[in-house]
């Protein structure tokens, strides 16, 4: 068995890691015995060495690829290079984590002066065989040779104007010929050297090119978007050549088993007649819809449908496949697992198990967490008044609002100014993949359901609306036209990517709504998972919306949220200024009633769920002005020498102010800090919150309070407020006549509360890990401050591996954890825990949590459901 080069009748789908995706498919369709034109894969592991040994082929792999050349040669029938009916290879990059359009391509390759007039003549036809050349030319020395696309472009529309034609197709061999000839004098002025006529020559340079190509800038930025390692390379496929421009009829396709925007359960994709697969996926010629072929050519129509299914039901998933048809016959050229939007994959799933083709396990696995998102968020108003300008495809649902911007490079530029972009091209191509991230959303005037700018919008879960053809661009002039209206770079256009529709100005949106597939989704995830998710949230509204979303709980409320609101910030104020007990008491109890009234609120929407209501937690400087802004006023105030009162008052403010500056707020006066210095402003909240509990009691409602202590170092600051806790809660059972279960329990923040874990078990009914402050202060450096300053570098030098703020350090601040987890347990068999920073709402951090065996993660309402399923998968 070789070690670098494999046909595909030695590959399976299983070995993707080696074949890389496209290579492992091939194979497998090779040995289910459907048509695939016969070729070799060189494997991930020889792109690894290539780059292992500085970037030239390793030992013994020239060697291979001769080898199984000759195979290829003896099936095909053909040879490279011979003259009389020469072999014609692509040469494809197939990584083992699809990156569509990220990497290169090449096809036509064994052309030169002798083969070309070969097929010329075997073809019977000049003008196909110069069309293929032309082709070959310009895709090798794009990616061979890095001479850039817009010369050959240039000469290829010189030469459309000098003859006066308008497409590509309409060009003569006598004028395609030129072009050769102006492709091969650009060629030798670029690169000193004339273009490679050797088939040999021309295989080993694009083998190395493709291997090149995974460093390309557009593949390392997709990669880091989507979390795929650098360390992986690509496998290259080369493959005898099949031809869709061979005439009308031949023809080539793409097409998804379902749906990909819907999900619905339909053949889904478009082909062009007389095209090579290049024209489809580039958006260059608007292609027809797939059931237009049943009339074209109904034989291949019926037998295509029956390729699908077997795929369908071979692979348990819905596929995307990539075909051509030659001379009226049939050829399968890839086929993947599709990308589809979150709408579609929840349906797929969901129907996919009604169907007995999978599983419910299978089913919840088949959906990406992170893509539920993508549900969750608003759509257009149906009720709003809108002014429809254009329509086009709805290639990815969604909408989506923003200024016009007709480049990659503007759309980024300003999208970090704060400005929604959406982005309008005739058509995308890879190279504009940092436009599309920045943008809002995606409009093409060219292009199918599965052009680049759709594939890639869908799987980046971005509305797009393309091939809408009525809208004319001029980059020139940026601007484009539509009927008689013009619209500008900077106007604000809005798209929705579910309809299609192009609506000029901002647009109203409204909540979503969830189909019942995904709600049966859900369900089995609750059915499966073993935790429970419950959800960060300040306010009865916020409450209600995580419920509805499945939440089953409150994990963390912030009621120094609360303060802030305009009716009771300057009670907060003077609770922070007081100069004595009696005026902070003062304070305090203009505060509690609307605290109780906050609580209230929150408790009532989480009837008969347990909510966790945490006491003032940060810094007390954060509730008043800053002191540059107080400084510039009593500045102001001074020099003017008018309002003499009033300075005084600000100067008060000041020096208080200052008072309370602290060189390191994080690790300063907050937390339950606060608590044992001002035990008169927790005793506030602690009666507020029981206020609360004992009148929904009384109207009936069950309540489960939870008085949660943060920022805590040792038992002794719990047993202090246990007590105060303890008292509170008699007193008002007193005075309402009532009584309800709560409980009480502290946040792990610092490393010294997990470490001595046993200890607070003692007086502490539950641990909640506030990993926002635990990574910080196990790290040892602020959150505030380390993202916008040193940690890109740690990512990039990779010191870290992950943002540690997104994704838990689980070798760290996971040590903890499990640590704390451990000796609570010890201590009181029935501790609760629970997550409650931003990493409860993350998947792999969720996994983390299941592992180490946590009761409840809570996140942010919107990502409930997607902690709903990340708990699920990590169950089963
Ligand atoms: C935490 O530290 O993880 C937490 C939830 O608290 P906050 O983010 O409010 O500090
Ligand atoms: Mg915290």
């Not at 608003?378 to 480049?407: E, H, N, W, Y």
């Not at 802030?564 to 005026?583: H, K, N, T, W, Y």
């Not at 641990?767 to 380390?786: E, H, I, K, V």
Request: net charge negative; glycine share 8%.
């Amino acid at each position: 068995m070789s070690n670098y080069v494999y046909m595909f009748t030695e590959g399976r789908a299983d070995m993707r890691s080696l074949l890389g995706g496209k290579g492992a498919n091939l194979a497998e369709m090779t040995n289910l015995g459907l048509p695939v034109p016969c070729g070799m894969t060189i494997t991930t592991e020889a792109c690894r060495d290539y780059y292992r040994v500085g970037g030239s082929f390793p030992d013994g792999l020239r060697e291979e690829i001769l080898e199984k050349l000759k195979l290829v040669e003896s099936k095909s029938g053909k040879k490279l290079g011979d003259p009389g009916d020469p072999l014609l290879v692509s040469v494809r990059s197939g990584a083992v984590f699809s990156m569509p359009g990220m990497m290169d391509t090449i096809l036509n390759l064994g052309l030169n002066e002798t083969t070309v007039q070969s097929v010329a003549k075997n073809t019977n036809n000049l003008r196909f065989a110069y069309d293929s050349y032309r082709r070959f030319i310009q895709m090798f020395s794009d990616v061979v040779l890095e001479i850039p696309k817009h010369e050959f472009e240039y000469i290829l529309s010189k030469e459309k104007e000098t003859v006066g034609v308008v497409y590509d197709q309409e060009l003569s061999a006598q004028s395609l010929r030129n072009v050769i000839d102006k492709y091969k004098e650009l060629v030798e002025n670029q690169t000193g050297r004339s273009f490679p006529e050797d088939p040999l020559d021309q295989l080993f340079m694009a083998v190395e090119a493709v291997f090149r190509s995974w460093n390309n800038q557009r593949a390392i930025i997709y990669r880091n978007l989507n979390k795929i390692s650098h360390d992986l390379g690509t496998a290259v496929n080369v493959q005898s050549m099949v031809f869709g421009n061979m005439g009308n009829d031949s023809g080539t396709g793409v097409a998804f088993s379902r749906n990909p925007s819907t999900g619905e359960n339909i053949l889904y994709g478009e082909y062009l007649m007389n095209a090579q697969g290049e024209d489809v996926v580039a958006g260059i010629r608007t292609p027809q819809p797939i059931a237009q072929l049943q009339q074209d050519m109904p034989e291949i129509y019926g037998q295509f449908v029956n390729i699908v299914q077997t795929l369908e039901n071979h692979y348990k998933n819905m596929q995307d496949i990539e075909f051509t048809i030659e001379r009226g016959k049939l050829y399968m050229l890839q086929c993947r697992n599709g990308k589809r939007t979150a709408q579609a994959a929840v349906k797929v799933a969901h129907d996919m198990v009604q169907e007995n083709l999978i599983g419910k396990t299978e089913a919840l696995l088949m959906v990406e967490p992170e893509q539920l998102d993508q549900l969750l968020h608003r759509q257009i108003d149906s009720s709003a008044k809108l002014t429809v300008i254009a329509k086009g495809l709805p290639a990815s649902p969604g909408a989506a609002s923003g200024q016009v911007v007709f480049d990659a490079d503007k759309a980024e530029k300003i999208a970090k100014l704060g400005i929604n972009v959406l982005m309008v091209r005739m058509e995308t191509t890879p190279d504009d993949i940092h436009g599309i991230i920045a943008a809002e959303g995606v409009l093409t005037s060219r292009g199918g359901m599965t052009s680049h700018a759709a594939v890639v919008a869908r799987g980046m879960g971005k509305p797009c609306v393309c091939g809408c053809e009525s809208i004319k661009i001029d980059y020139a002039k940026q601007e484009f036209t539509v009927g008689g209206l013009t619209i500008k770079a900077g106007d604000v256009i809005s798209i929705d990517g579910a309809t299609g529709r192009v609506i000029s100005g901002q647009v109203p949106m409204k909540d979503p709504e969830l189909s019942t597939e995904y709600t049966t989704l859900l369900g089995w995830a609750d059915e499966v998972k073993k935790l429970s998710v419950r959800a960060n949230a300040d306010t009865p509204e916020d409450a209600a919306k995580a419920r509805a979303f499945g939440a089953t709980g409150i994990g963390l409320t912030r009621t120094e949220h609360m303060f802030m609101g305009a009716d009771r910030l300057p009670f907060v104020q003077q609770m922070i200024l007081a100069e004595s007990l009696e005026e902070r008491q003062d304070a305090l109890s203009h505060l509690l009633p609307i605290q109780e009234n906050d609580f209230y609120g929150i408790l009532q929407a989480m009837e008969g769920l347990p909510v966790c209501i945490r006491l003032l937690d940060p810094p007390l400087h954060e509730f008043l002005p800053s002191l540059e802004e107080l400084l510039v006023e009593t500045t102001k105030l001074r020099t003017s020498g008018k309002n003499a009162q009033l300075l005084t008052e600000k100067d008060s403010l000041l020096r208080k102010i200052r008072q309370l500056h602290e060189f390191n707020p994080m690790l300063g006066h907050r937390g339950c800090r606060l608590g044992i210095t001002f035990p008169e402003i927790y005793e506030m909240q602690i009666r507020a919150i029981f206020n609360a509990a004992a009148r929904l009691t009384k109207e009936g409602y069950t309540v489960l309070p939870e008085v949660e202590i943060p920022l805590t170092i040792d038992k002794a600051e719990l047993i202090f407020f246990n007590d105060r806790i303890k008292t509170i809660a008699q007193e008002v059972f007193a005075a309402y006549g009532t009584s309800f279960h709560y409980s009480c329990g502290t946040m792990i923040e610092i490393p010294r509360a997990a470490l001595l874990a046993d200890e607070l078990a003692e007086v502490s009914e539950f641990f909640s890990f506030g990993t926002n402050d635990l990574t910080q202060t196990c790290m040892g450096f602020s959150r505030d401050d380390a993202e916008g300053k040193f940690l890109p570098y740690y990512l990039e030098q990779k010191i870290l591996k992950e943002n540690p703020f997104i994704a838990l350090d689980r070798k760290g601040v996971g040590q903890l954890m499990k640590l704390a987890v451990e000796k609570g347990r010890q201590t009181r068999p029935d501790l609760i825990t629970g997550i409650c920073g931003e990493h409860g709402g993350e998947p792999s951090s969720i996994v983390f949590c299941h592992q180490l065996g946590l009761d409840f993660v809570s996140c942010s309402p919107y990502r409930v459901p997607i902690a709903r399923l990340a708990a699920a998968q990590a169950a089963v």
